[in-house]
C-alpha cells in the first residue's frame, strides 16, 4: 500500500532534550516536505526536499533540521525544542514539484502530535 | 507573496443540506489551487485540484469546486452533506516557482447536524 509513514504519533518531551520525528515514504516521490499545524494558521512549510542531498527552508525553518540521505526517508529534527514548537507535524511526498507542470498532489502521513513542556 | 484565506472557521449544516465552503487566494500568477479534508486524527487527503482549463472541477466524494479568477476564489460546494462529511477543510494554492510548495489558508471545520 502506498503510504507515507511518521513515527511517533505521539510524543512528549522537555524543553532543550533533542528529539527526532522520521518519515518514510513508499512510492519512490523525488519531493517530500514537512508542515507544521497550527489552531488557525493551517499548515505551514518547515522545510523541502526536491530530492536526495537538496534541502531548502519553507516558511517557518527557524527551531528544525532536515535531512535526506536517501529518497524514501526525510526526518525531522529539532536540536534543542522550545515550548512554541509544540504543535502537530505532518510529512507530505509527491512525484516531482509543481513547477515542472506535473499535477502529482502532496500524499500526507497520518501526523504526529509534540508536545514540548 | 501569496496567501490563502478562509473567511469560515467553523461551519454547522443539517444532514441533506447544502454545503459551500469560501477560499479567497492572493496569488500574482495562474494559481494551482487544492481542496484537502483532514478527518479527526488522520493525514490531509486531496479532494479535488484545479491546474487550468474547465474552471468548475469536481473531485471526490462528491465534492466540486468552481475557480473564478476575477473573485480571486475558489469555493468548495456539495450538493448534500452526509455525516461523515463532518471534518476539517483546507484550501492551498501552489507556488509556481521551486518545488511543490504549497501554502494553506487557516482551514474550516465542519459539522454536520442529524
Known amino acids: 500500500e502506498a503510504q507515507v509513514t511518521q513515527n511517533p504519533r505521539y510524543l512528549i518531551t522537555v524543553t532543550g532534550k533533542k528529539l527526532t520525528v522520521t518519515c518514510s515514504q513508499n512510492?519512490?516521490?523525488?519531493?517530500m516536505s514537512w508542515y507544521r499545524q497550527d489552531p488557525g494558521l493551517g499548515l505551514r512549510q518547515i522545510y523541502y526536499?526536491?530530492?536526495?542531498?537538496?534541502?531548502d527552508k519553507g516558511d517557518v525553518p527557524e527551531g528544525y533540521k532536515v535531512s535526506r540521505k536517501e529518497k524514501r526517508n526525510f526526518p525531522l529534527i529539532l536540536e534543542s525544542p522550545s515550548p512554541n514548537q509544540t504543535s502537530l507535524y505532518f510529512c507530505?511526498?509527491?512525484?516531482?514539484?509543481?513547477?515542472?507542470?506535473?499535477?502529482?498532489?502532496?500524499?500526507f502521513g497520518n501526523g504526529t502530535r509534540l508536545t514540548v513542556t | 507573496a501569496q496567501s490563502v484565506t478562509q473567511p469560515d472557521i467553523h461551519i454547522t449544516v443539517s444532514e441533506g443540506a447544502s454545503l459551500e465552503l469560501r477560499c479567497n487566494y492572493s496569488?500574482?500568477?495562474?494559481?494551482?489551487l487544492f481542496w484537502y479534508v483532514q478527518s479527526p486524527g488522520q493525514g490531509l487527503q486531496l479532494l479535488l485540484k484545479?491546474?487550468?482549463?474547465?474552471?468548475l472541477v469536481q473531485g471526490i466524494k462528491g465534492f466540486e469546486a468552481e475557480f473564478k479568477r476575477s473573485q480571486s476564489s475558489f469555493n468548495l460546494r456539495k450538493p448534500s452533506v452526509h455525516w461523515s462529511d463532518a471534518a476539517e477543510y483546507f484550501c492551498?494554492?501552489?507556488?509556481?516557482?521551486?518545488?511543490?510548495?504549497?501554502?494553506f489558508g487557516g482551514g474550516t471545520r465542519l459539522m454536520v447536524k442529524p
Open positions: 507530505a511526498s509527491s512525484l516531482i514539484g509543481l513547477h515542472r507542470g506535473d499535477n502529482s498532489p502532496l500524499h
Open positions: 512510492m519512490n516521490h523525488e519531493y
Open positions: 526536499s526536491m530530492n536526495v542531498e537538496v534541502t
Open positions: 496569488y500574482g500568477a495562474t494559481p494551482y
Open positions: 484545479y491546474f487550468s482549463g474547465d474552471t
Open positions: 492551498a494554492v501552489g507556488r509556481n516557482n521551486a518545488g511543490n510548495m504549497l501554502t
